[in-house]
């Protein structure tokens, strides 16, 4: 009627790429001529044909030969085999894998002492039977090929005793560890945190840095604030009624999310005695636990903080205040204020590691107001042998290289020259360091 195109009528057009879309000439000839490059076959004489025909019949002959042109390896059996040992029975032990800091417990079965397999340990708390993808996978890095089999010193391999005696050396000409850096990620293992605790005892002046690029800092200095104290916050999901998460994934990363996802997908089975649970989420990307919420809305990163108080100041809590949300609908808080104030006891809320230190303090004011802490929330001693500021710490360590007054710098674990801040300039500093060494399974940038 009014001259504009029936869209119920335009069909779609498809493309075979951004060249095709933007018309390009090179683009046009390549589509109209399947096999553009057949004039130079027409080249090739019938002998020359004959030639690398015979000639890869060759080479695929030798695939027989590898004892010929490959050292040989030979494979070691037992010297003395163990009594209970059956070659080809597979066996299974208990095991912790540690995942920033934090372990998660698994079963690992093994083939002729050989693991192959990694499980959930039904028995572990972390764990109850399930895992994820991520450390199912991690058995395959013990048959990686490329993992290091020696010390390298300048990029050279080296003996394992050339490598200590440089280490000692170094320790030797420092006054009781001055100037020697120790950089390793998050421990929470008790026999990595007294080794390190033995090794400060004999050098005193020595200096331990935690750092990891996705650290918990802002989690830690928001419920020190709420409670006084460093503290370890676990849920217990099973229980919980009611869900918010307000920019947190925790059915996917950070430490329980094993098993959290576990405790929180059996009650959305049908049937489950205590009922079906309820999820609110409120984030600024799309999580695990956004795609299985029942309420979702997309909130700005910069916007939790103001929903947590305002969320607080809905419910009564003290001191609380908050104002409107871009992207929040007011009858979604007034429904999940409601469901809060019925599931008293029964719910839990749930703030992401990145978020401000302000956005957890409230999380855990509200936990506190709704009676959830020491029900679905559980206020424990830190989990970690040593809880710091690691962004602190690793801006400090930063400045010690740049000024020299860091002489020696050991890294265990971790990767910081490629997953330090750009800003940093890590690798430059680095150089800056007399003497620097990196345990690594890999031969990585650092």
Request: hydrophobic content about 40%; glycine content about 10%.
């Amino acid at each position: 009627m009014n001259g504009t195109p029936d869209k119920r009528k335009s069909k779609p057009v498809f493309i075979r790429g951004l060249e095709e879309l933007e018309n390009k000439a090179e683009f046009a000839e390549l589509a109209g001529d399947e096999f553009p490059h057949r004039k130079s076959l027409l080249e090739v004489d019938r002998r020359s044909v004959l030639k690398l025909m015979g000639a890869a019949s060759a080479l695929a002959g030798l695939g027989g030969c590898r004892s010929l042109i490959l050292p040989q390896k030979k494979v070691v059996p037992f010297v003395k085999q163990p009594e209970d040992a059956v070659s080809g029975k597979t066996t299974q032990y208990a095991t912790v894998y540690n995942l920033n800091g934090f372990g998660i417990g698994v079963l690992a079965t093994a083939h002729d002492s050989r693991p192959t397999k990694l499980e959930g340990n039904p028995n572990h708390p972390s764990s109850l039977g399930g895992l994820d993808a991520q450390t199912m996978a991690q058995v395959v890095s013990l048959y990686d090929p490329d993992r290091l089999q020696l010390p390298k010193f300048k990029g050279e391999p080296t003996s394992w005793s050339d490598a200590l005696a440089a280490l000692r050396g170094a320790l030797s000409e420092s006054k009781n560890g001055a100037g020697f850096y120790l950089l390793t990620e998050t421990v929470g293992s008790p026999t990595l945190a007294k080794q390190v605790q033995d090794f400060l005892k004999v050098y005193p002046a020595a200096t331990w840095v935690q750092w990891e690029p996705a650290n918990r800092d802002n989690a830690r200095e928001g419920l020190k604030t709420a409670f006084g104290q460093d503290v370890h916050v676990a849920y217990d999901l099973a229980k919980a009624d009611v869900i918010v998460s307000l920019d947190s994934d925790f059915l996917y990363s950070g430490p329980g999310a094993v098993r959290y996802a576990r405790d929180t997908m059996a009650r959305r089975k049908p049937g489950h005695p205590d009922g079906y649970n309820r999820i609110y989420a409120f984030e600024s990307n799309r999580t695990t636990a956004g795609v299985v919420a029942d309420h979702r809305a997309r909130v700005k990163a910069s916007g939790i903080a103001r929903l947590a108080g305002l969320l607080a100041s809905r419910l009564g809590v003290a001191g609380a205040t908050g104002g409107e949300v871009a992207g929040v609908d007011a009858k979604l808080i007034d429904a999940l204020v409601k469901d809060l104030n019925a599931s008293r006891g029964k719910s839990a809320v749930i703030v992401g590691d990145h978020q401000p230190p302000e956005a957890h303090a409230l999380a855990a004011a509200i936990n506190e107001h709704l009676g959830n802490v020491g029900t679905t929330v559980h206020v424990l001693e830190p989990v970690l042998a040593k809880p710091t500021n690691q962004g602190a710490e690793f801006a400090a360590l930063l400045q010690a290289m740049g000024t020299g007054e860091a002489k020696t710098l050991l890294v265990l674990g971790g990767n910081p020259v490629y997953s330090a801040y750009g800003d940093t300039k890590f690798a430059d500093l680095l150089a800056k360091v007399p003497l620097s060494a990196t345990l690594s399974l890999y031969n990585d940038e650092t």
